[in-house]
């Protein structure tokens, strides 16, 4: 079972609001990833959780906020977003962050700041 | 950031028919991933390869880690509408800070 689950699916947010996005897994992966999804375009990977601690933060701007609070659980704290933060918002797992590691995404969360 | 070339950027092709992407660098990788992502899904893993000249197959789809290691491919045979999507190769540095770097992606459409 290769599943990540995300939460919600869908979100619109104005400008002043504070929403958090999040993310599950349940296969003993020790790293957790965020990533964002412009059309058409790659994921841009934000954040790498490594064994709960944060270990890459990709120049993300502080408007985004993850947090791991344990081994199974993602979020990412949105406050003061743009309009141009409007994408989708994968989460990922992987069983380590280390050489050879596979990633396995979510369905991802679709945002929408107005 | 960083990508990967990724050929060709779209297709257009008629069910039944053959399929081949590529992606390839002027860096070596340890390890490559393919993944099929449908409209406003998340990508889905394929195959994943760890070394030089692995050869993978999963049903119709087959891949093969360049004996370069600067390069990957990845193969569909007798094309289904299902297989419509945007496939992504994904390629890991051997030292470094283990992040994958992504290609472009091949837009697949299959006529029927």
């Known amino acids: 079972d290769t599943e990540v689950t995300q939460t919600p699916k869908h979100l619109v947010m104005g400008m002043t609001n504070k929403k958090s996005l999040k993310c599950e897994q349940h296969?003993?992966?020790?790293?957790m990833y965020w990533y964002k999804q412009k059309a058409k375009k790659p994921p841009e990977l934000m954040f790498v959780?490594?064994?709960?601690?944060?270990?890459i933060n990709e120049s993300v701007p502080s408007r985004f906020s993850p947090e791991c609070p344990n081994s199974s659980l993602l979020n990412l704290h949105l406050h003061a977003l743009q309009p141009e933060d409007s994408a989708l918002y994968l989460c990922a797992s992987s069983r380590l962050f280390f050489s050879g590691n596979t990633i396995y995404f979510g369905e991802g969360s679709w945002l929408t700041v107005v | 950031g960083q990508q990967l070339n990724q050929s060709p950027q779209s297709m257009f092709i008629q069910e039944g028919e053959d399929v081949s992407m590529n992606c390839t660098s002027s860096s070596i990788f340890n390890t490559w991933l393919w993944y099929k992502q449908e409209p406003g899904e998340g990508p889905v893993l394929l195959i994943a390869l760890y070394k030089a000249g692995e050869l993978t197959s999963n049903g119709r789809l087959t891949a093969q880690f360049g004996i370069t290691r600067k390069d990957s491919f990845l193969n569909i045979s007798a094309s289904i509408p299902s297989d419509v999507g945007i496939y992504f190769c994904a390629g890991q540095p051997p030292s470094g800070t283990y992040k994958y770097i992504f290609g472009t992606g091949t837009r697949l459409k299959v006529l029927a």
């Open positions: 959780y490594s064994y709960e601690k944060l270990s």
């Open positions: 296969m003993g992966h020790r790293a």
